[in-house]
């Protein structure tokens, strides 16, 4: 699994001309971190199953869902959860999924005002080849990355943070490095998504989900710490 440096610093977080529980625009500060170029891939999650026993989710043997290449799909938060754990136990550092801030920070590349995280281009011109309706996500790398060279962060999959969502959780969260609520019943989820008729949204865009859902359009991109931390295992629990 290829990682990308983010460096740490102040951006600015959220947009105005989102939903209510995108608002207000506000600066975070978030330390400097690791993230995976592109999300959880069939062929990196299957080396999880293979050396886990845990069972393949759903869709997993579907041909439209099966490419080695594409983002793995139908994977709930738990499942994301654990294995980031188990990336940990191998590797000896620890992963985890992101914080919606690391999430948003990464995703803009650096370009604090952009719509897309690869800039102000329209989709459309973006992703030339692409006809839609999609029938399931894109093998990765077939987008332009962004900034970092990170990619396939809208139009891909619905990406799972580590995170409780609350829609008024702007208004509360402080400025550096947030973590979300305390508690709460839907985990906060990022990223645009093939199955819907428009699969691109604003890098500011936030959605979410029950954790224990499977959908075809939700997948997981890995974060990897610097060094062990205190709130990993907070942010990342499993069960």
Known sequence: MEFVAIPEGWFWMGWEEGAPGERPRHRVWVDRFDMARHPMTNAAYGEFLAATGTPAPPFWSEPRFADP???VVGVNWFE???CCEWLSARTGRP???PTEAEWEK?????LDDAHYPWG?????AAFPDVSLPLRGPLPVGSGPANGFGLTDLSGAVHEWCADWHEEGYYVVAPERNPGGPILGTRRASRGGAWRHQRPWSAVAHRSSLLPHLRYSDYGFRVVRALRRESRASALCPVG
């Open 69 to 71: 290449q594409q983002p």
């Open 80 to 82: 994301a959860s654990a």
């Open 95 to 97: 992963h985890r999924l």
């Open 120 to 124: 102000a281009q329209a989709p459309e």
């Open 106 to 110: 990464a995703a803009r590349g650096g």
